[in-house]
């Protein structure tokens, strides 16, 4: 059983930086991409990065593009979000996400990852 587990999220003011930590077990991890996606109160889950099985693509979500950096490091089997110069607007619940697929292509859509973390808080005051 997949197991993914977040921390690092909590209050910050707007402008503020916060790093997101994503510690994975139960399978080969360095075989999957992972995603972060996130959910507002009221609001769907919307996809926020994800990064290829070996690091070498990202992709970002217009909204974060140029304020957040995913990286992975296949020998600790971690995933992180670095977010810098955070808004009211990025405060939701952030989820750390396994794609399905064995070495899959990149995906934003949530229907493609199968196991997913608790999710950690971040909130951005103004």
């Known amino acids: 059983q997949v197991q993914l587990v977040e921390s690092g999220g909590g209050l910050v003011q707007a402008g503020g930086s916060l790093r997101l930590s994503c510690a994975a077990s139960g399978r080969t991890f360095s075989n999957y991409a992972m995603g972060w996606l996130r959910q507002a109160p009221g609001k769907e889950r919307e996809f926020v990065a994800s990064i290829s099985w070996n690091g070498g693509s990202t992709y970002y979500a217009d909204a974060v593009k140029g304020r957040f950096t995913i990286s992975r490091d296949n020998a600790k089997n971690t995933v992180s979000l670095q977010m810098n110069s955070l808004r009211p607007e990025d405060t939701a619940v952030y989820y750390c996400?396994?794609?399905?697929?064995?070495?899959?292509?990149?995906?934003?859509?949530?229907?493609?990852?199968?196991?997913w973390g608790q999710g950690t808080q971040v909130t951005v005051s103004s």
């Open positions: 996400a396994s794609d399905r697929t064995f070495r899959a292509a990149l995906s934003e859509r949530a229907s493609a990852y199968n196991y």
